[in-house]
């Protein structure tokens, strides 16, 4: 499967199934870091093989900090993916951005906690850029379906990872309106940083369901208020995908699948199999 080239979508709180896609197969994989958040949905898709992934399980029973996040970007590299479409429920920071609306963030901030970061643990080290985490020619395409799609969406923002799973104080709300941040999530980090270790295009479309608890004139978050939005956005969500996919597929210029090229701190022909066998899946290409 490794030679294939197919998108990942990692479904977030309230994506757990895909709709109008034909199933190809389950795949229940197994990776050095241990068994993705469910099983793996290959499917096709407007002519275009995809793999699905719920990110909290399919009944929504993983919470972000649990969640094995190397063990679900390794399972999607050893099924042939090249591309991750990362699909995710977050807070708004901004008063332009309201619940409903779509952003297609570029920047993240990192504030998660004991969360593994890496797949390079020793005795192999690697440093790649995270100066830009998003692929800027899947976000274009992404942005483009959504607009498609009639979708209210910012090309561009910052997105704050909290660790969860309780939601924000007002004072850490208003601090990172403070820093400029525009929307508020747990999941996507370390996710885009393993997703750069393993060589794919990620990019996330952030779904906003709330206004966090910085705004004053509306009800704090709560699992309620989140859930009724929510349920629209998946509904918009799933028209996006359909307009991206039906798309023809694009040849990207990007350079994220040679990211390892000038950030491995090792001469793998010289690292023993032990070494070697947790990362074989995302170092195969340079062996």
């Not at 109008?20 to 870091?33: C, K, Q, R, S």
């Amino acid at each position: 499967m490794a030679g294939e080239k197919r998108t990942g979508i990692i479904g977030g709180s309230g994506l757990y199934a895909m709709q109008g896609i034909e199933i190809l197969d389950e795949l229940d994989m197994d990776t050095p870091w241990g068994k993705p958040s469910a099983p793996l949905i290959l499917a096709r898709y407007h002519g275009q093989e995809v793999v699905f992934l719920p990110r909290h399980g399919s009944g929504h029973a993983i919470p972000p900090h649990k969640i094995n996040y190397r063990a679900n970007i390794y399972a999607l590299k050893q099924a042939g993916v090249s591309r991750v479409i990362s699909i995710s429920a977050v807070g708004s920071l901004r008063e332009h951005i309201a619940p409903g609306d779509f952003v297609l963030v570029d920047q993240f901030v990192d504030r998660t906690i004991n969360r593994e970061k890496t797949f390079f643990d020793g005795p192999i080290v690697a440093h790649v850029s995270m100066a830009d985490p998003i692929c800027s020619c899947l976000q274009s395409s992404l942005c483009y379906a959504s607009k498609k799609a009639g979708i209210t969406t910012h090309d561009g923002g910052t997105y704050l990872v909290m660790q969860g799973p309780q939601f924000s104080t007002r004072a850490e709300s208003m601090l990172y309106r403070s820093w400029n941040m525009d929307v508020i999530g747990m999941t996507n980090m370390p996710e885009a940083k393993l997703a750069r270790e393993a060589e794919m295009c990620y990019a996330t479309i952030a779904m906003c369901t709330d206004y966090d608890c910085w705004h004053e004139e509306e009800d704090d978050v709560s699992v309620s208020s989140v859930l009724e939005v929510m349920q629209a956005n998946v509904k918009s969500v799933h028209g996006l995908l359909d307009y991206y996919f039906k798309q023809p597929e694009d040849v990207y210029t990007c350079g994220c699948q040679t990211t390892l090229d000038h950030g491995i701190f090792a001469d793998l022909s010289q690292q023993n199999d032990a070494a070697l066998r947790p990362i074989h899946t995302l170092v195969e290409r340079l062996l």
